[in-house]
């Protein structure tokens, strides 16, 4: 009997654990735009001729994190020349992780 109760209180721990996951309330749209902007920097760090994030926008707060869309610069440019910035789509986790989920421009 023990043993039952048991594995009901596992699982309903679990149901619990995926739920706050899934919610993830301690993730808010300024957490999650600096996520994606160190992410995609340290993914730049070690190249001189490399890429920079410009600007990030959180844009829907969505089941397990959000969608960041992020504006990005590459290539070493003088300062009077505006190339039109590159974006991708990030998705941010609630406990850190950065998915990129599309790119645009080229």
């Known amino acids: 009997m023990k043993m ?3 594995i ?3 699982i309903l721990l679990l149901v619990i654990i995926v ?3 899934g919610w993830s309330p301690w993730l808010d749209a300024k957490r999650a735009t600096v996520w994606a902007t160190s992410d995609f920097n ?3 760090k070690d190249t001189s001729d490399g890429c920079v994030a410009v600007d990030a926008v959180a844009k829907e707060k969505k089941l397990f994190g959000y969608d960041v869309e992020l504006f ?3 290539g070493l440019q003088a300062r009077d020349s505006m190339p ?3 974006s991708k ?3 941010v986790t ?3 992780f950065v998915f990129e989920i599309n790119q645009k421009g080229s």
């Open 72 to 74: 990005y610069g590459c």
């Open 84 to 86: 039109p910035a590159k």
């Open 94 to 96: 609630g406990v850190g």
């Open 42 to 44: 340290n993914d730049w």
């Open 19 to 21: 739920f706050l996951c």
């Open 4 to 6: 039952k109760s048991w």
């Open 89 to 91: 789509t990030l998705f």
């Open 8 to 10: 009901s209180f596992s």
